[in-house]
């Protein structure tokens, strides 16, 4: 649905249709006030953790090269993962590098290249084999496969050629489509107590209602 320009002394509803202010109920127009006026002050909120985040990768890039210098050396532009340590052991920054990884046309020639290996082994077949193979391919209810459950499977120690075949057809179909860097802070009392994580998700957050 397209939204469109409101005129004065109206409200747009969920179906786009205009609505006169007068025939909007005031709860109705209370509770649009109060998630408008929400959005609008969540804005600059989110804008902070996004400088925040940027701040904190530009200055530990900063770090990372005055410790390469100091060996006569550079930084390369795969940091990977790192975590920073206060001198008294209880404040930590840990950056991480994650992949997000996908599959390429080449599952499907591995999953039918798997079907048939179990097809030719049905009948001396293990059951749970089957039932592990058979699993890693299944899809979740956004129509995606589990990536870790089918690159396990080529841990797998089975001597067979359509097998191995399967086994390349999996390696030659991965993507990684996005690599995303994270930020995350831990603090702790004492040196020896359990490090807990600084949350900066709204609903990880612990605060006092009335």
């Known amino acids: 649905m397209t939204m469109q320009t409101v005129p004065d002394g109206f409200m747009q509803d969920s179906r786009g249709r205009l609505v006169p202010e007068a025939n909007v109920r005031p709860s109705d127009k209370l509770q649009d006030d109060l998630v408008r006026r929400l ?14 985040k940027r701040m904190c990768f530009t200055d530990i890039n900063a770090y990372l090269e005055l410790v390469a210098e100091k060996y006569g050396t550079k930084i390369g532009s795969d940091k990977g993962n790192i975590t920073l340590t206060s001198y008294d052991g209880t404040l930590r920054v840990t950056v991480a590098v994650g992949n997000i990884k996908t599959f390429g046309p080449e599952i499907q020639a591995a999953k039918t290249l798997i079907h048939g290996c179990l097809n030719r082994w049905s009948e001396g077949a293990n059951a749970n084999l089957k039932a592990v193979v058979l699993d890693a391919f299944d899809v979740d209810k956004q129509g995606s496969m589990n990536v870790d459950k089918i690159l396990a499977l080529r841990r797998l120690e089975i001597e067979d050629e359509e097998w191995q075949r399967a086994m390349q057809a ?15 802070l831990h603090r702790r009392p004492s040196p020896d107590a359990k490090w807990e994580l600084v949350p900066f998700d709204l609903a990880k957050m612990d605060v006092a209602t009335a």
């Open 39 to 52: 959005h609008r002050e969540a804005d600059p909120v989110r804008q902070f953790m996004m400088d925040f």
């Open 170 to 184: 999996i390696s030659d179909s991965v993507r990684v489509d996005v690599t995303k860097n994270y930020v995350r």
